[in-house]
């Protein structure tokens, strides 16, 4: 039932093209003011994570997982870490594995069935004893989110109240796919790039565990998870890993108000990652799909300077 056909979105006349409302608001956007105060919390494993919290003496807290190859610095969650100060919110912002600035210290990076990770970002957020805490992911961080939520059912603590995500790969190999074709390929070619300039500096400081040759027939998303995630992960192929951490079966299983932005015309997501029917068949599981938007894009003409998804997802979390 809860398939929001009338959406609020309005996108400026100018970035109606996919990639142009991409593109366009991370290089027109500039975002200032947020001081953040970096915390360092470590994992099971020996490594750790960079979280990042902009305080106000608030009872309420949003926490932000950004997109693949980014960070708590992205114009994005900038944005909505100043839109929720603004408004009565704590905010923390967590970096994926090797995002901060500094390569992590275990052989792998980060994937989006890493929900032990945002495990440990809620547990940060309850030890402070926030009592109202609410969910925002984009992107990757997004499918974290979801498949976060989607393990824990209805044990997902009393604390975690909404949930809003936004342009998400709710279907991991759908999304892959689409990424290593036509013209959207540019987007799977540019994370390549980040991910190979942070590898040759993990290589440098554990060269036994990292064969740059691989590198020499990698020339999609789908090549990159076969070399690396897959033995990393112990997987026998990417599909497989793709099926052990994609959110997609998990939809029906969250428990909370959730709700899923995702732009029809967004480059990055086939027709897969619009879950239709998962949301038609959960009363708390929300899809709204904007005819236009890009992805992560959203942007307005507003004098207030905010984007479209920041006010949506305050309007969402208030009910």
Sequence with gaps: MPIIDETGYKSPYFLSNAHLGTIVPNLLRFTFGVNYQRERIFTADGDFLDIDWSFGGNKRLVILSHGLESSSRATYIVGMVKHFNRHGYDTLAWN??????????????????????????VD??????????????????????????????????????????????????????????????????????????????????????????????????????????????????AEEFYAATTPR??????????LIVNAMNDPFLPPACYPWDAASSRDHLFLEVPELGGHVGFMTLSWKGITWSEGRAQAFFEG
């Design 96 to 121: 994926f594995r090797s995002c901060s600035g500094e390569v992590n210290l275990t052989v792998p990076f980060y994937h989006p069935g890493q929900t032990d990770d945002y495990q440990l970002v």
């Design 124 to 237: 940060a957020a309850i030890a402070r004893g926030y009592q109202e805490i609410y969910l925002a992911g984009f992107s990757l961080g997004g499918a974290i989110t979801l498949r976060y939520l989607g393990e824990l059912g209805e044990k997902v603590r009393p604390e975690i109240k909404r949930a809003v995500v936004f342009s998400v790969p709710t279907d991991l190999s759908a999304s892959a796919h689409h990424l290593s074709e036509g013209n959207q390929a540019m987007y799977g070619r540019a994370f390549l790039f980040k991910y190979r300039r942070k590898m040759n500096l993990k290589a440098k400081k554990m060269p036994e565990h990292y064969d740059m040759t691989a590198w020499d027939h990698i020339q999609t998303m789908i090549d990159f998870d076969e070399a690396f995630n897959v033995p990393w992960h112990h997987h026998r192929n």
């Design 249 to 258: 079966d998990l939809l029906t299983d969250i428990g909370i108000p959730t």
